[in-house]
Every structure is written in structure tokens, then in C-alpha cells.
């Protein structure tokens, strides 16, 4: 237990992050501590050279306050244990950390992409995580469009769209025939 | 529950009730609602204590809105009616003026050489330095580019930005509202406006006369390059029709005989600017 | 004797078409009547432009539904798809015949008038059930299969619960029952047990509220009418509100007197002036029956699934056995 | 002219390769449900499983079919999911097996967003969040910025906020009542409930301006003082409130249908709830006393007095019971606000930029879906270093799939309006 920090009504101390299992489990289980609800797990990230942090905010009966436990993660290879087992209720909140920060809890069951599509290949809340454009995968990916007029040249979109459909597939009797022109993927600029 | 029922024909004795009770809707367009004093739904332009817009179509506001809700239109300082929106949907954007000041690649209209004109990079760090680089100073060194160039090219207004840690929005913005000029000098373009209030008010008539007085049709240009005609419809935003524009000065409302006199008012002053260059 | 054939025939035919024709306004009337009925009792004004009070804002959607594109399904069944509304509506107009407007207006006055009706009505469970199936959707298919469930299950205590009326006046056919009621008094008075029963199963077999699993909206989305759209769709939304009518015009006509009116009339009359006077009163009655369906709508929540079901094995049915049991001991005991 | 490079992909973590992801595709015995070639169809009972590996052994459990069983998508689109939620429904015949709540089609962003935004223009964001308590939405932030910056609202200011959040639990919780009924198929009680709502957002729109995302908020206090508008309004509409709430009572309580479907069903326990990290009224609705006005009192709520309702069942219905409740509860307590209301500025002196030291807060309200709390990171600079938003809602959505197997089709709606979800704060 290092850095025991108070505020007018919180209480919080820094763990290594090997060790968030034993020390949440004692806090819950002890009859004197008695921090029997899980209020908030959150994750930080401190910057590309530093670390994460998994933040539990607790709850008990017996202490006038919110504790706060800080489990100090490692960037390079971020993973911590999950604490499912003791509360059920963490599966969502692991779930949104894994997915906006990519850290990765052992022993968590569903560990899946919660709000971002499945073949989301990025973590937004990291701080090295840049905003992208609206098209994410355009040439304009991570910068500001209006710095960049050139991006908004719509030509492309025009002579993408301007595709004339074959009446067969218009009834849909021949899926995928005679749509290769109109593919947005292949045109370099995306319809903003 | 005492009895199996009750419950239900509660509800029933309810919904009966209220078949007869006064009803709550409000006819929208008839009835309108009451409007409390704070509210803030509707945008509204802010009023200074003489009852004048605060607003002066800088554009700033739309420029830099992230998601880009802002689609605004105005007159800019020359009268010039200006708006800003996504191009595409607005025809009215075709003006490069607008064009510019929306942070787009102006639209060469003409004398296309002009258009992206090298500019003197060193002679314009030194006239910024000259001034002390200081964003205060961003009048006067628009003036000292225009008065060597005649306009304000649109790579000297990059250069200024860049030196003086301006945004380039706001250094458009700048330009635009100070007066200055953002198009080359030379070729004047005439526009008749052709929107439905102008053709009601005599626009026509006026039409006729400007192709009488300069010899050339709508898209046509004078054989020597420096008038141009075209037809517009967004000149006069339909307030002061029959209108017609000048580069980006406006007259209206003016009929045949005022047309006339102004093209050819403007076509004297040019020749003797040109004559005296 | 070839004449008289030929009569019957040419009688029956336009007896059919105006029936036919009576459909659609009686839809239309129906979707009206809910439309601001609900609204009242939502407390809202309910829709006020179309028409004068707004009443014709069903007829106008009647026509968007004429000119909604008709769209089938990529991997629907095209043949049993377009086929499940014509069957649905059809076992609706069909199942009118045998309704007892009036005196003499009748369609089809069989001796079997009630044993028609219910086979007929039931004719419409195939056409929802096939429309869940062609669908090729997964909520259809579940409507489908709840449909044919519900209205197969609540077919029998319908049926027995009319069944001791059947025994009380000694007749299957419509017009000798209300004559039979005329001088008996409604079997209102004789049959109570059989009207509950009769009400609650026949809200189910057209699915109203809060037995309308079928199209169960915030489950099943639309159930069997997820996929239809344009007339299609049409059809089934006015074979609901056909059976609507149909359903409130047959309790009427069995438990509530037909054409009769409340108190027995002064003199005698007779000719048309008799059969107006009889179709004024059995549309009193019918749409007085109507409004309390859509009254039950405004009000009620819907029933599950399960209990639905339950409701028809566990209650519904035991009772009629018992109220069929009763009458036949009361008929032979007081030799009624 | 800054420019960045093309965002640089970070790898994942579990990222699969092909051979991994061919092993798991034959392990759960998954094939493509539209196959390369050719346009058939694999199944009627395939459709729906999507054509990829499954990522985690509780997606493979959804995901693969036993015989009879075929998957059923509510949603994103579908009538009765409270927004743009998707459940992912395993059912055999009409009873369900299981269910996969899939999210994030309304995910906005706004914790990124909100670390690009001052602390003032945050308040400004969090308010689509959870769309029907929008003045929670605002308290918990304004709580942790204070905390952060080290300042105190004026007391008016503190009364001020009790009483809109006050009036705003009331529509939330009126509107829930509503929403179930309406789950279940009665039309009549959501509209009763949208004109009690409809008289609180206008009178709440009388004092914020607004009449959904009120934005009425600020760091160190509240907008603006209340005016004669906004009391005479609270006067018209607290003397209908209770025969408002009563009629939908008439409607809704005693009905035998509504009890039938409720009662018994979706239950839980109090410790099952607390595991789940359900929290407000579901949770006092299990039996279990914790409001995070009396356990934590924040604003005012020290200097009411009111105790902690709770009921027994766990059940919907007790949901239901509970909600109701708390309407009277509510409206008590606003009584006692205008009762004890002081006089005095409303907004603390407090700069345009507001550049906090840097440090921690931690800001919890009770919302009408629950703790509702806001943990805030100041680095000293002019935005929130890290801003996290606790919505109730997406984490009482867990509880979905414990409740539902062995149920029918029909009970996922009512369980679900029962809980209360908002899905705007679900995918924040």
C-alpha cells in the first residue's frame, strides 16, 4: 500500500497491479472493511512513456467514504486480473476497459470489443490515440479536415456514385454482379 | 386485491373517464406554445444596444465548429452576400470570395495565372517583421501586401498566418472584413441577378441593357478581357431588386437606364486606370 | 323451377358483392372509431385534419396503403407470400353471410348458420399461419406458430360456450334464434356464464387486446405482417377490423337479441320499414360492442403467452363444459 | 500548417491469427452463415451468427446452437429496446436460452470528447448522456470540478440543484411507469405519464432555458437564479402531480394482467444485485438500503429529512412499487426544498477557464437509474486529463442475461423496462 492520499470525502492508496485481486478481495471480505460494492472501475492512461491505471472506487457501510484503489498497469504489456469473480457486475466495466484502452484482464470470460465494432483495431482513449476524420480509413485519417482543403474535394464521390445498376440487380436476383465500379473502398476520398 | 377484477375495471373506469375529460393536446400552428423568457432553443443573433447584429459574418464560428452545424450567410463589409455552408449544397458558394473565406481552394474564375500567384516570401517575412511580427499589426501588413500586389494573394494570407500564429480562419476572416481586396484587380465581372423577385422587378429590361451597352451575352467576355457578364441568382437576396454586381460591389434597386449608366461609369474609370497604369 | 334457381343464384351473388362492398367502409369506420376513441382516452385530440373532426383520416390511409410499393421478400415463399392476406380475407368477408342484419336481410340464412360461421372463422388461423411461415422471418414464424396456437386453442370454448344456447332454443340457424330470443328474452338472461366465456375467446380469435399475441408490437415487432407491405399488408389490417365487426355483430346476434330492439315494439312492422328498423338496431349494438373492444384496448395490457394459453385450457374450457352441463340438466329438468 | 501523420494502428492485444482463428471456428463447430460460393443460405437457424471466430468463450457459448434452438436479433431496430440496443436472443421455441447484449450503437465518444473539452464545456457534453436524467447528468461533474478547483456552491445555488434534479427524477421515474406498461402492450399510461413530463421540462425550461438537455449547471453553482416563471409553474404543476401520477396508478397497479406479468418475475436477490453492481431503485427494490443521498449525502441531501424506501420482492413489480414510491418521495422532498430554500447568489466567483491543481475527484450522484458518478483527472491544464463516467444503467444492463433464461420471448421487454435502461447513457 504506498501514496494513502485523502480528500474531503475519499480515501485512496496505489497497489501494484499484480496484486488487485488480494487486496480488493481482503477489502470485501474482511468484516471490519466490509467494501461490499464495486461503485466504478475506470482506466487511466498516464502518458506514452508512463503507465495505466486501473482505478476501483469502493463502497462500505463502515467508513464515511469512497476508497479508491489505484493498480498500476504496465503499458508495454497491459494486463492485470480481473476481478469477476468477486463481482459480477466488473464484466462490463472490464469489458469497456479492454476496449477503450486495450488493457487485458486474465480470467475475464467475455473479453470482447463492448462499444466499437469487433474488427476495431484501436483504442480510443489512449492519449497516443489520434482523433480521426469521420472516415476513418481515408487518406485524411487523423487530421483536422479543415486543414486540409484537398480533402474535400468530393469529385471522387461523384464518379462513385454515378454508377449505373444493371436492372437485374436492382430486383436482387443477381447479388454482387456488376457493382465493382461503385465500391466507395476503392476511391481515394471517402464522402464525408 | 379483494377480488379478481377490480383491478382491471379501475382501469376501465379510468380510461372512461378521460374519454370525457378536456384534453391535453395543443394544435400546434393555431395554439402556440408559451415560450418561457430564458429560452435559448432558437439561434439567435446577438444585439448590441443600438439594435444592430453583433454578428459580423466573420464565419469564425463556422469554421471552427467541430461538427460543422453552422451554415450561416450574411453581407460581408462590400455588400457582397456572402454564405457559408457545404458547397456542394449551395450553388450560391460558387463565389470565390465565399470560396476562400470558407478555407477552400478558391475557384479560379478568371486570369487563372493570378490566382495562385507566387508570392514574394522573403519580401513578406520581411514586411511582417517589419511590424514587429505582432498579430496587432495584421491591418497594416494587409494593407503593405495589397498595396504591392493590389489584392491579398492567397499564399502571402498563408505566409501571414503561418508567422503570426493566426488561424488561418481568422486571418480570412481579417482580410475579408477590413475591406480588403481578395480578388486579382484587373477584369471586372458583371452580374445580373436572375433570382424570381429581380425577374418580377424589371431585371430583364436590365439584362438587355447591360448586353447592349457592353456588346457580349450572359458567359461572355468583352474582347478585351475586362468585363465579364454573367447571370446570378443570389445578388440581391431578393431585397433590393432588379440588382446587379459588380466584382463584388452591389447596386439596387436600378432599372435599364442606371444599369447602363454604372456599367459604363465603370467601364470609363477602367480604361483611364488602365491607361494611367 | 329454373327460375327460382336462377333467382336464388342472382340473389345470392348480389347478397355476396354488397357484403363484399360493406367491408371496406366497415373497415374504415372501425379504424376510425380507434383512432379517436383511443386518442380520447389517451387524452389526446386524436387525429383533426383530414375531414371535418378528422374522419377521414382511416379512408386516407387506406389509399397510402394502395399506393405503397408491395415488396416480397428475397427468400419468402412468392407463391403461399402473396396467397396468406387473400386467405385471410377472404375467411373474414366470407364468414358475413351467415350475420342477421335484419329480418329477411341475410345473406345466406342456412339451417347450420352457426356450425358455417365458426368453420369459416376458423379458415383464417391457415392464412396467418402460412403468411408466418412464407415470411422468412423469425419473428413471423414465432406469430405464425402463435396464432395457430391461440385461435385453434380458443376455438373450442367458443364453440362450447354457444353450444348451450344452441341446446336452450333447439336451433343452429341465426334467424330462429333472435326469434327464438324475441320470445324468451335475450340469452343475455339465460346464458351468462356462455356470454363471458363467449366474449373473452372471441377477443382472442380476432386478437384484440389483450389477447393480441399475434401481432404482440413490442414483442414480435408485427408477428406474421412483419414482412407485408403496401395492399398486402392491407388486407390483413381490414380482415382484423372485418372480424372486429364480424365478431361484436355475432355476440350480438346470440346473446343480445340480434335486430330486436330493448323493449318490444308497439306495433308490429313489417316490409322494409321492419328491416330498417331491425339494421338500425343490430348496428347499435354491434358498434356499442366495438367500442367497448377498443375501450378493453385503451386500457388493458397484454396477456403472455403462456397464460393466454392457460387461460383458454384451464378456465375458459372447464366452465363451458360446466355451463353446457348445467343447461342440459336445466332443459331436461324444466322441459324448456 | 500542422500536420499529423495517419493514426498509427496500436496492435491488439488478443488479436487472433489465421491458424488460432481456423482451430477456434472448427472448435465451435461454426461454419459461414452465407457461404462463398453459391446463394443459398446455410439454415434458417444460422442466420444471425456472424462470419468470424468467436473472441471469447462466452460469445462461442451464444453463438453455437444446439439442436432446436435458433437466434433471434431484437434490435438495433426494433419497437420496444428503449433505443438503439441490440439483444442477441438464443430461444428455444419462445423460451429463451440465453442473451447477448450487444452495445455501442449509439456510442458517441463522449469520455474522449470530454477530455478535448474546458471544464466548463464539459457539463455541456455529459448531458445527452443518459437523456431523461439530464440535470444528474450535469450534478455529478459539478460536484467532482468542485472538488477538484476547491470551491463550494452558494447554498441557494446547492437548494436549487436538489430541487431540478428533484423535479427531474420525478419525470424520470413517471416516464419508466409509462414505458413498462407500454412494454407490455398498454397504450394509455405512457401518455399520461408525457403529461406530467411535459409540465416538468416546460417548467424546467423556464428556469434553464432548454427543454431536454437543460445545461443548467455550472462549475461553482447553477445558471441562473430561479424566476416567477419557474414557481408558479411548480405551484400549477404540484397541484396536479399526484392525480397525475394516481391515474397511471389506477391504470397500472391493481391491474390483474399487469400484476400477472410482473410479479415473480425477473427476480433478484439483494446480494445477486449487489454483485451485478445494480444500484438505485433496482437495487432498493431487492431489499438492500443504499441511496447514495443517505449513504453519501452530497448537496443538500443531509439537511432533508427522508429515509430510504425499500421493498422486498426484487421482482419487476417491486421495481415498479418502488419507482412509484420514490415519485411521492420526490415530491416530498421538493416540498421541503421550497420549504427551507435560502437567499443568496447562486454561482461562486469563478473564472472563465477554470485551470484546477492537479489532482483527483470523485463526484457520485443517485440518479434515477442509480449511482451515477463521475471520476475526474486534472493534470493543471485547462481540460480534464481523464474523464469517466459511472452510468448506472450500462452496468445494471448485466443483470439482462442472469434474469431472462427459462423465460419467454414476451418477458424480455417487460424485465427490461422493468430495469430502466437508457441506452444513451449505456453507450455514453
Redesign the interface.
Known amino acids: 500500500m504506498r501514496n494513502l492520499w485523502t480528500d474531503e470525502d475519499t480515501v485512496e492508496f496505489s497497489i501494484p497491479g499484480d496484486r488487485n485481486v488480494e487486496v480488493l478481495g481482503t477489502l470485501r471480505d474482511d468484516p471490519d472493511l466490509a467494501f461490499f460494492m464495486l461503485a466504478d472501475a475506470a482506466a487511466v492512461d498516464y502518458g506514452v512513456d508512463a503507465h495505466f491505471e486501473v482505478v476501483y472506487h469502493l463502497f462500505s457501510w463502515k467508513h464515511p467514504g469512497w476508497l479508491r484503489v489505484r493498480a498500476r498497469v504496465d503499458r508495454s504489456e497491459p494486463r492485470i486480473r480481473s476481478i469477476t469473480d468477486m463481482w459480477e457486475g466488473a464484466m462490463f466495466h472490464e469489458r469497456e476497459m479492454y476496449d477503450m484502452m486495450g488493457i487485458v484482464f486474465e480470467g475475464n470470460r467475455d473479453l470482447r470489443r463492448i462499444y466499437m465494432s469487433p474488427d476495431y483495431r484501436s483504442f480510443p482513449l489512449r492519449k497516443d490515440f489520434v482523433l480521426p476524420d469521420d472516415a476513418a480509413d481515408s487518406p485524411a485519417a487523423g487530421v483536422n479536415p479543415l486543414e486540409r482543403p484537398e480533402t474535400w474535394d468530393l469529385s471522387h464521390f461523384r464518379e462513385a456514385v454515378a454508377v449505373t445498376f444493371p436492372p437485374s440487380d436492382l430486383r436482387g436476383d443477381a447479388p454482387g454482379e456488376g457493382v465493382e465500379g461503385g465500391d466507395f473502398a476503392d476511391s481515394e476520398s471517402r464522402p464525408r | 386485491m379483494a377480488f379478481p377484477g377490480i383491478g382491471i375495471a379501475r382501469g376501465l373506469a379510468t380510461t372512461f373517464r378521460n374519454f370525457f375529460a378536456p384534453k391535453v393536446t395543443r394544435q400546434y400552428p393555431e395554439q402556440r406554445p408559451e415560450i418561457p423568457d430564458r429560452w435559448r432553443g432558437r439561434l439567435d443573433l446577438i444585439y448590441d444596444p443600438f439594435g444592430e447584429h453583433k454578428c459580423e459574418v466573420c464565419f469564425q464560428c463556422a469554421q471552427v465548429c467541430p461538427v460543422e452545424a453552422i451554415d450561416m450567410s450574411g453581407f460581408d463589409s462590400q455588400g457582397n452576400r456572402i454564405r457559408y455552408g457545404m458547397p456542394e449544397i449551395y450553388d450560391e458558394r460558387k463565389d470565390p470570395n465565399a470560396y476562400r473565406r470558407a478555407g477552400l481552394a478558391a475557384r479560379p474564375m478568371r486570369n487563372p495565372a493570378r490566382w495562385d500567384e507566387e508570392v514574394d516570401a522573403p519580401w513578406v517575412d520581411e514586411t511582417i517583421d517589419g511590424f514587429g511580427g505582432r498579430p496587432e499589426s495584421l491591418v497594416a501588413i494587409f494593407r503593405a501586401t495589397q498595396g504591392r500586389y493590389g489584392y491579398l494573394p492567397e499564399q502571402a494570407l498563408r505566409r501571414i498566418s503561418d508567422r503570426l500564429s493566426i488561424h488561418w480562419a481568422q486571418v480570412f476572416g481579417a482580410a475579408g472584413l477590413g475591406g480588403f481586396r481578395l480578388l486579382p484587380a484587373d477584369g471586372h465581372v458583371v452580374t445580373v441577378c436572375d433570382c424570381t423577385s429581380c425577374r418580377f422587378a424589371g431585371g430583364p429590361a436590365v439584362l438587355a441593357a447591360i448586353r447592349e451597352e457592353l456588346g457580349i451575352g450572359p458567359g461572355e467576355e468583352t474582347p478585351d478581357g475586362a468585363f465579364s457578364l454573367e447571370v446570378g441568382t443570389d445578388v440581391g437576396a431578393g431585397t433590393i431588386s432588379p440588382a446587379i454586381r459588380i466584382d463584388t460591389l452591389v447596386y439596387g434597386p436600378v432599372d435599364a437606364d442606371q444599369a447602363r449608366h454604372i456599367v459604363s461609369e465603370r467601364r470609363r474609370s477602367a480604361v483611364s486606370a488602365g491607361s494611367g497604369s | 323451377m329454373d327460375f327460382e334457381l336462377l333467382l336464388g343464384i342472382g340473389r345470392f351473388l348480389l347478397a355476396t358483392t354488397l357484403l363484399l362492398l360493406l367491408t371496406v367502409p366497415t373497415a374504415f369506420i372501425i379504424i376510425q372509431i380507434e383512432l379517436k ?2 386518442a ?6 386524436g387525429p ?1 385534419r383530414i375531414g371535418p373532426s378528422g374522419m377521414f383520416q382511416s379512408t386516407i390511409h387506406g389509399f397510402k396503403v394502395l399506393a405503397k410499393e408491395d415488396t416480397v421478400p ?2 419468402a415463399d412468392r407463391g403461399t407470400f402473396t396467397l396468406a392476406p387473400w386467405m385471410v380475407y377472404m375467411a373474414a368477408a366470407m364468414s358475413m353471410l351467415v350475420i342477421p342484419f335484419a329480418p329477411g336481410a341475410v345473406a345466406a340464412d342456412f339451417n347450420i348458420g352457426i356450425v358455417y360461421f365458426f368453420a369459416v372463422l376458423g379458415l383464417s388461423v391457415v392464412g396467418l399461419l402460412v403468411a408466418g411461415w412464407a415470411s ?1 422471418n ?2 413471423s414464424l ?1 406469430g405464425g406458430l ?1 396464432s395457430a396456437a391461440q385461435m385453434v386453442s380458443y376455438e373450442i370454448p367458443l364453440t362450447l360456450s354457444i353450444v348451450g344456447a344452441v341446446v336452450l332454443a333447439g336451433t343452429l340457424n341465426f334467424s330462429e334464434l333472435i326469434a327464438w330470443q324475441r320470445d324468451h328474452g335475450w340469452l343475455l338472461i339465460w346464458q351468462p356464464i356462455g356470454l363471458g366465456i363467449f366474449y373473452i375467446a372471441s377477443l382472442a380469435e380476432i386478437n384484440r ?2 389477447f ?2 399475434i401481432e ?6 408485427a408477428g406474421p405482417f412483419t414482412e407485408y407491405s403496401g395492399m398486402r399488408f392491407g388486407f390483413f389490417f381490414f380482415a382484423e377490423y372485418v372480424a372486429l365487426f364480424i365478431m361484436s355483430g355475432i355476440l350480438v346476434s346470440l346473446f343480445f337479441g340480434g335486430w330486436l330492439a330493448p323493449w318490444p315494439l308497439p306495433a308490429q312492422l313489417d316490409g322494409f320499414a321492419g328491416t330498417l328498423y331491425g339494421i338500425f338496431w343490430f348496428f347499435l349494438k354491434t358498434y356499442f360492442f366495438i367500442f367497448v373492444a377498443v ?13 393466454l394459453m392457460g387461460v383458454a385450457w384451464k378456465v375458459l374450457l372447464p366452465l363451458a363444459l360446466v355451463n353446457l352441463f348445467i343447461t342440459a340438466i336445466a332443459v331436461v329438468v324444466f322441459d324448456l | 500548417m500542422t500536420r499529423t501523420d495517419p493514426e498509427p494502428r496500436i496492435p491488439d492485444p488478443i488479436e487472433l491469427d489465421a491458424a488460432e482463428e481456423a482451430r477456434l471456428r472448427a472448435a465451435a463447430g461454426l461454419v459461414p452463415a452465407r457461404p462463398e460460393s453459391g446463394g443459398e443460405y446455410a439454415g434458417f437457424d444460422q442466420v444471425g451468427i456472424p462470419d468470424r471466430p468467436p473472441q471469447t468463450d462466452r460469445e462461442r457459448e451464444v453463438y453455437s446452437l444446439d439442436e432446436g434452438e435458433m437466434l433471434i436479433n431484437m434490435g438495433p431496430q426494433h419497437p420496444s429496446t428503449h433505443g438503439v440496443m441490440r439483444l442477441v436472443v438464443k430461444v428455444r421455441g419462445e423460451i429463451i436460452v440465453d442473451i447477448d447484449p450487444v452495445l455501442g450503437y449509439l456510442h458517441r465518444g463522449i469520455e474522449k470528447l470530454c477530455e478535448n473539452a474546458t471544464y466548463t464545456t464539459v457539463l455541456t457534453y455529459v448531458d445527452p448522456m443518459d437523456y431523461l436524467s439530464t440535470m444528474h447528468n450535469e450534478h455529478a461533474p459539478a460536484i467532482a470540478f468542485e472538488k477538484l478547483y476547491g470551491i463550494k456552491a452558494p447554498p441557494r445555488a446547492e437548494y436549487i440543484r436538489a430541487l431540478v434534479v428533484e423535479l427531474n427524477r420525478v419525470f424520470s421515474h413517471g416516464l419508466m411507469m409509462g414505458f413498462l406498461a407500454l412494454d407490455m402492450g398498454g397504450l394509455t399510461p405512457i401518455l399520461y405519464s408525457f403529461i406530467n413530463r411535459d409540465e416538468i421540462v416546460d417548467m424546467l425550461s423556464a428556469i434553464s432555458g432548454q427543454r431536454m438537455l437543460f445545461n443548467f449547471f455550472r462549475v461553482g453553482g447553477v445558471n441562473w437564479d430561479t424566476n416567477d416563471e419557474f414557481l408558479s409553474r411548480l405551484g400549477t404543476w404540484r397541484s396536479r402531480v399526484l392525480k397525475n401520477i394516481e391515474m397511471n396508478e389506477d391504470m397500472i397497479t391493481g391491474n390483474e394482467i399487469f400484476r400477472s406479468r410482473t410479479i415473480g418475475m425477473g427476480t433478484l436477490t439483494g446480494d445477486q444485485a449487489i454483485s451485478l453492481g445494480v444500484t438505485g431503485p433496482n437495487l432498493r427494490a431487492s431489499g438492500v438500503p443504499f441511496d447514495v443521498r443517505k449513504a453519501k449525502p452530497y448537496s443538500i441531501y443531509d439537511e432533508l429529512e427522508f429515509d430510504v424506501i425499500t421493498h422486498e420482492g426484487g421482482d419487476s413489480y417491486s421495481r415498479y412499487l418502488q419507482r412509484i414510491a420514490e415519485i411521492k418521495q420526490s415530491i416530498h422532498l421538493i416540498d421541503q426544498i421550497i420549504d427551507k430554500m435560502p437567499h443568496g447568489p447562486v454561482q461562486a466567483q469563478v473564472p472563465g477557464i477554470i485551470r484546477p491543481r492537479p489532482g483527483r475527484a470523485y463526484g457520485a450522484v443517485e440518479s434515477p437509474r442509480g449511482l451515477y458518478s463521475v471520476y475526474a483527472i486534472s493534470d493543471g491544464g485547462p481540460t480534464p486529463y481523464r474523464f469517466r463516467m459511472r452510468d448506472p444503467s450500462f452496468i445494471s444492463l448485466q443483470a439482462l442475461p442472469k434474469l431472462m433464461p427459462g423465460r419467454l420471448v414476451a418477458d424480455t421487454m417487460a424485465v427490461m423496462a422493468s430495469l430502466d435502461p437508457v441506452m444513451g447513457g449505456v453507450d455514453k
Not at chain 3, 380520447?40 to 385530440?45: A, G, H, V, Y
Not at chain 3, 404482440?216 to 415487432?221: G, K, Q, T, W
Request: proline share 5%; glycine share 0%; net charge positive.
Open positions: 376513441v383511443i380520447s382516452m389517451n387524452l389526446r385530440l383533426n428475397d427468400q422468412y423469425k419473428y414465432l402463435r387486446t389483450p393480441d399475441m404482440a408490437d413490442s414483442e414480435l415487432v375501450w378493453l384496448r385503451a386500457t388493458l395490457p397484454r396477456v403472455r403467452v403462456d397464460q
